[in-house]
């Protein structure tokens, strides 16, 4: 956990460059790992080979639902909307599978500030900041017993270092 806490704004940092030779393989391979978190519970996001439409994410202060849906025409709705369009339209020259171990970590790292930061809240907007974004973010509570918290609005309000 500790030891991934800023990989994904590293990742993002890097500006676009790959890396090369055997840097390149220990990056690749830390970075497929933050995807053991996510626990696909929709189709794939087109063009994406890591990133869904809904998943359950695991982080350091929970199990939560990301909803995303599918509009019209197949287009995404809800938080990922936001995260990846913000994020792939500013940045479309980083590696695709580092932009999509970034934007896990970096909404791993939101979540986990929003949840901790004292102000958490359902169905409240909440803001808190990564070292690389500053998100706007609003969870909704449980409908049943047993079912995880949904995250269902995810701005990237601010990109403060990518």
Do not use: C
């Amino acid at each position: 956990g500790a030891a991934f806490y800023g990989i994904g704004s590293t990742a993002i940092k890097a500006g676009g460059a790959i890396f090369k030779g055997a840097k390149s393989a220990f990056y690749l391979r830390q970075f497929q790992s933050i995807f053991k978190a996510v626990t696909p519970m929709g189709a794939k996001i087109p063009g994406f080979n890591n990133l869904y439409y809904s998943f359950a994410l695991n982080t350091r202060v929970g199990k939560y639902f990301i909803s995303s849906g599918v509009g019209a025409g197949g287009s995404t709705t809800g938080a990922m909307k936001h995260i990846v369009g913000e994020l792939t339209k500013k940045y479309p020259a980083i590696a695709p599978e580092m932009m999509e171990a970034a934007i896990i970590k970096e909404l791993d790292l939101a979540i986990t500030k929003a949840v901790t930061g004292g102000a958490f809240q359902y169905d409240k907007k909440i803001l808190v900041s990564t070292a690389a974004a500053e998100w706007e973010l609003i969870f909704g509570a449980p409908q049943v017993v047993g079912q995880l918290p949904k995250l269902y609005h995810a701005v990237v309000r601010g990109i403060n270092s990518l």
